[in-house]
């Protein structure tokens, strides 16, 4: 696979960014749920009452057969329907019907029944503490902060991931392209082995020269079980990093599908090393950061709202009903025949405030805190994207430096090639020609490697990488 298709295959089956997501999943929901604030509540009461209680003088000398009777004997079963709910004022209300049905032995007769009705509307609103939308909302507007929050991450984890990827692609790359260097030389060895056996057996060249080929031998057959290890363990990363049982799959194999060409974009950046405008808020450590200064200033405000007394005002508004038929009592408490009201006021404070207060000066330093936080993320940014720059530029230039060194390794070794050739020169010193030269091929595959991550942390840093991947966050 190739690069873009290990990045993608990462973003899907990496289990630290599906965790996040799923954290970040799981946040939405519960911002779903507070967002359900103002949803009114339905409720039904039921309850049924016995009393056997000493009768009154006045319940006893009502009538002259009740002298006798010193208990009232009343059975009340009582029920009730409505709705309440909460307003974005702060204020709170309820609108329910109640039916209560009495039998008792001090009315007229066993059989005759008292129906109550009565519809009623009430209302409390705070005018101090808790009034407002700002302070019925504050559990909602820091769930929409921690939601946020939870993205932000998501998005970070996603950085670290596509990171991991395109370093662990690289990574197989140099083990690759690695192991068939020195298996190239570890051929080139035997080759010259061969040769040097021949012009032995000829007489043409001392026995120690086909000794120092046997230890040329020895020495990259060395080199090429070492490559060979880390192709295993690149193999084993590539396995971690997309979620996958390598015991399950033992005989899957991640081949790199091609060597990717270079950053133009990282090489327009560094050219121009101004970084973008947007930089901060691209970078989700510092975004988190900042949300927590805007969470932690809500909280600090709601603190200072309960630092207010408790005044409310209270309504009500009723109709009433008293019927012998339970019928009639519900339809005439549904009419405004008789009609009751009430309205008052309510006022709580604390005799001490030295808790509410502690609370709000608490916050307040946790504020501070967060605040210095975020100063402190932003100039890590910045200072990360003036390392960074330099790193690239000097990765650039040495990668330059490198691939001359390989050129001029070629020509040296073509040299002294010829030179042995022609019997100029010792056997020794083409061996250690030929390991110079591959020596400089893997310090250029490793500046190539260096090179690349460099351009991609710049490109982590201008907010480009998940983009230039095809990622995209949905909202």
């Not at 009495?102 to 409390?124: H, V």
């Not at 310090?443 to 490697?449: H, P, Q």
Request: proline share 3%; glycine share 6%.
């Amino acid at each position: 696979m190739d690069l873009n298709q290990i990045v993608q295959w990462a973003v899907w089956r990496n289990a630290a960014a599906a965790a996040a997501r799923l954290q970040a999943d799981a946040a939405g929901k519960l911002l779903q749920s507070e967002r359900e604030l103002y949803t009114s509540t339905g409720f039904v009461r039921v309850r049924r009452e016995g009393y056997d209680r000493p009768r009154t003088y006045e319940e006893r000398t009502v009538s002259l057969t009740n002298i006798e009777k010193t208990s009232a004997l009343e059975q009340i079963s009582s029920g009730g329907i409505g709705v309440r709910g909460k307003l974005p004022s702060g204020a709170s209300f309820e609108l329910s019907n109640e039916q209560r049905r009495r039998q008792s032995n001090l009315l007229g007769s066993t059989d005759e029944r008292e129906n109550r009705g009565t519809l009623t509307f009430t209302i409390k609103q705070p005018l101090l503490r808790g009034a407002g939308r700002d302070a019925v909302e504050a559990d909602l507007r820091v769930v929409e902060k921690e939601q946020q929050i939870e993205r932000q991450r998501f998005i970070k984890q996603l950085l670290d991931t596509v990171g991991e990827a395109v370093g662990t692609y690289w990574q197989l790359i140099r083990s690759k392209q690695a192991l068939a260097m020195r298996e190239n030389a570890l051929r080139s060895a035997f080759r010259l082995r061969d040769s040097v056996q021949l012009l032995v057996d000829k007489g043409f060249a001392p026995r120690i020269e086909l000794l120092e080929a046997e230890v040329a031998i020895g020495s990259r057959q060395t080199e090429v079980a070492r490559v060979e290890q880390q192709l295993v363990e690149s193999q084993s990363r590539v396995c971690n990093l997309l979620d996958v049982s390598a015991l399950e799959r033992m005989n899957l194999k991640f081949v790199p599908a091609n060597l990717p060409a270079e950053a133009a974009m990282a090489d327009a950046l560094a050219a121009t090393p101004e970084p973008p405008s947007q930089m901060l808020e691209l970078w989700p450590t510092y975004r988190i950061a900042k949300l927590r200064v805007e969470q932690e200033t809500l909280r600090l405000a709601y603190a200072q709202n309960l630092e207010r007394p408790d005044l409310s005002l209270e309504a009500g508004y009723n109709f009433n009903s008293l019927d012998s038929r339970l019928r009639n009592s519900v339809q005439d408490s549904l009419s405004s025949k008789h009609p009751g009201w009430f309205v008052g006021a309510t006022l709580e404070m604390p005799l001490s405030d030295v808790g509410v207060r502690s609370k709000r000066e608490a916050q307040q330093l946790k504020l501070d805190a967060v605040r210095r936080q975020m100063q402190s993320e932003a100039h890590m940014a910045e200072n990360e994207w003036v390392t960074r720059i330099a790193q690239l530029q000097a990765s650039r230039s040495e990668l330059r430096q490198l691939r001359q060194e390989v050129s001029n390794r070629t020509l040296l070794l073509q040299a002294e090639l010829a030179n042995y050739e022609r019997g100029r020169s010792r056997l020794r010193l083409l061996i250690e020609a030929q390991d110079l030269f591959n020596d400089s091929q893997q310090r250029l595959l490793e500046g190539e490697i260096r090179y690349q991550i460099a351009a991609m942390t710049v490109q982590v840093l201008g907010g480009t990488l998940l983009e230039s991947f095809g990622v995209r966050v949905i909202e």
